[in-house]
């Protein structure tokens, strides 16, 4: 048996490859990288909560409503500011009940967020 807290190298890197996939870095300024994740959450259906936003960062709190399938997410995307013409952003979410075993996971909130504003910032 392993100690409580202890990971495993095989443990580490899959957080690490986890955390690489609910952050990207994207090559625009930073107000519009902020509009994107506003817009992109918009067009995924999820509900804007609320937003707190200073000079080089913002969060932007969003839901998804219960469904026949899930009990609901909230979650943030975060979008800081790491240059002149660059910004980063970070997605996490959670489950609203802790035994919503269908509820849509981080990775896949990333995933279709991020799309979505690489598609926004292109202008496609």
Known sequence: LTACGAQT?????????????LSREFQAPYSEVVQAAEQALRNQKLKLK????????????????????SWGETGQVVVQRTGSGSARAIVSSSPNVALNITATKDTTFASNIFAEMTSLLQGS
């Not at 609320?50 to 399938?69: E, L, M, N, R």
Request: hydrophobic share 35%.
């Open 9 to 21: 190298p095989s443990q580490q890197a899959t957080d690490a490859a986890a955390a690489e996939q």
């Open 50 to 69: 609320d937003a707190t936003s200073g000079p080089d960062q913002t969060a932007i709190s969003f839901s998804k409503p219960v469904s026949g399938f």
